[in-house]
């Protein structure tokens, strides 16, 4: 079936599309978002930019007989993952359990999946990716627990995902920790990103997936209203100084790399898988990983087979 076949026919599940970034290095895959909006309040989100009321999470109608109809279409084994723009486990999962029941779904049909999330609440559903091809992506920007109250006041705290990594590990499901974004000023000292890699090598992840903040002019805004005194030193790296590329404001270049040989340097110091994310550097990651994180779930499906 052709893509543009299968765009057309299909509810909620959608073709990965890397909102038209030459720098994306994803492999082919579709998304999931079982909720509209997420609660986790993050101040560099970029989905907020383009989901009315985005910080009011609410499930999707109709999402569970939707998924159905679409699993039926999609090509056998294909990569699903959960989620590219609302987080999987915002705080309404906790209640509603609407992204368990979809994983069940998924993995029942024997489709390969990829969870994104910077919530702890994944380990309650590891029962469910152990009995598939499956692989975790944890986002943790910060190890200190007052600065991510600020910079991302509704999600779980670092300690809690550090300790999600450890589980997930520890039970054999691959996880990726996503240093993700590396905001100038703010958790970008070499000191800060050492602590989150050596942590998270620790408690068993595989890789260390990173990108520099791109800024949009609401999560620009959101964050100089918090931190005032770096508000407008941001400001002037990324409308004076960086560069335009399709709708986000890049950092300068050898700024960007800069802090991608960094977090590269500190990732092969503690023996882990390195790549980063949509910033033109892809001769950087480790051979043969994908930034997604992706690839675990198939080499696990792989040894499974054996």
Same mark, same amino acid.
């Given at each position: 079936?052709?893509?543009?076949?299968?765009?057309?026919?299909?509810?909620?599940?959608?073709?990965?599309?890397?909102?038209?970034?030459?720098? &994306?290095?994803?492999?082919?895959?579709?998304?999931?978002?079982?909720?509209?909006?997420?609660?986790?309040?993050?101040?560099? &989100?970029?989905?907020?930019?383009?989901?009315?009321?985005?910080?009011?999470?609410?499930? !999707?109608?109709?999402?569970?007989?939707?998924?159905?109809?679409?699993?039926?279409?999609?090509?056998?084994?294909?990569?699903?993952?959960?989620?590219?723009?609302?987080?999987?486990?915002?705080?309404?999962?906790?209640?509603?359990?609407?992204?368990?029941?979809?994983? #069940?779904?998924?993995?029942?049909?024997?489709? #390969?999946?990829?969870?994104?999330?910077?919530?702890?609440?994944?380990?309650?559903?590891?029962?469910?990716?152990?009995?598939?091809?499956?692989?975790?992506?944890?986002?943790?920007?910060?190890?200190?627990?007052?600065?991510?109250?600020?910079?991302?006041?509704?999600?779980?705290?670092?300690?809690? #995902?550090?300790?999600?990594?450890?589980?997930?590990?520890?039970?054999?499901?691959?996880?990726?920790? $996503?240093?993700?974004?590396?905001?100038?000023?703010?958790?970008?000292?070499?000191?800060?990103?050492?602590?989150?890699?050596?942590?998270?090598?620790?408690?068993?992840?595989?890789?260390?997936?990173?990108?520099?903040?791109?800024?949009?002019?609401?999560?620009?805004?959101?964050?100089?209203?918090?931190?005032?005194?770096?508000?407008?030193?941001?400001?002037?790296?990324?409308?004076?100084?960086?560069? !335009?590329?399709?709708?986000?404001?890049?950092?300068?270049?050898?700024?960007?790399?800069?802090?991608?040989?960094?977090?590269?340097?500190?990732?092969? !110091?503690?023996?882990?898988?390195?790549?980063?994310?949509?910033?033109?550097? !892809?001769?950087?990651?480790?051979?043969?990983?994908? &930034?997604?994180?992706?690839?675990?779930?198939?080499?696990?499906?792989?040894?499974? $087979?054996?």
């Amino acid at each position: 079936m052709s893509p543009r076949i299968l765009r057309q026919g299909l509810r909620v599940v959608r073709l990965f599309d890397p909102w038209g970034s030459p720098y &994306c290095t994803c492999p082919l895959k579709f998304t999931l978002n079982p909720y509209t909006g997420c609660g986790h309040g993050c101040l560099y &989100c970029y989905a907020r930019s383009y989901i009315r009321g985005f910080s009011r999470p609410r499930p !999707k109608a109709r999402l569970l007989r939707d998924l159905l109809h679409d699993l039926r279409l999609l090509p056998k084994g294909a990569l699903i993952e959960l989620s590219a723009s609302s987080d999987p486990y915002t705080p309404p999962e906790a209640v509603l359990g609407l992204t368990r029941k979809a994983l #069940r779904y998924i993995a029942s049909r024997g489709f #390969r999946i990829l969870v994104v999330t910077k919530s702890d609440l994944v380990v309650r559903d590891a029962d469910i990716l152990l009995r598939a091809e499956a692989s975790v992506a944890i986002t943790i920007t910060t190890l200190d627990d007052s600065l991510a109250r600020k910079l991302e006041p509704g999600a779980p705290s670092p300690t809690a #995902r550090v300790e999600a990594v450890e589980k997930l590990s520890r039970l054999g499901i691959p996880v990726t920790v $996503r240093l993700d974004p590396i905001i100038p000023y703010v958790n970008d000292s070499k000191e800060s990103i050492e602590e989150v890699v050596a942590r998270v090598a620790e408690a068993g992840a595989l890789q260390i997936t990173t990108s520099t903040y791109k800024a949009r002019p609401d999560s620009l805004r959101m964050l100089s209203e918090v931190f005032p005194d770096e508000g407008a030193k941001l400001r002037e790296l990324y409308i004076g100084k960086g560069v !335009k590329t399709h709708g986000y404001y890049y950092l300068p270049p050898e700024l960007r790399l800069h802090y991608i040989l960094m977090v590269r340097e500190t990732a092969f !110091k503690y023996g882990l898988a390195f790549a980063s994310c949509r910033e033109g550097f !892809k001769f950087l990651n480790t051979p043969g990983i994908h &930034c997604d994180g992706s690839l675990y779930a198939y080499l696990r499906g792989c040894e499974e $087979r054996k």
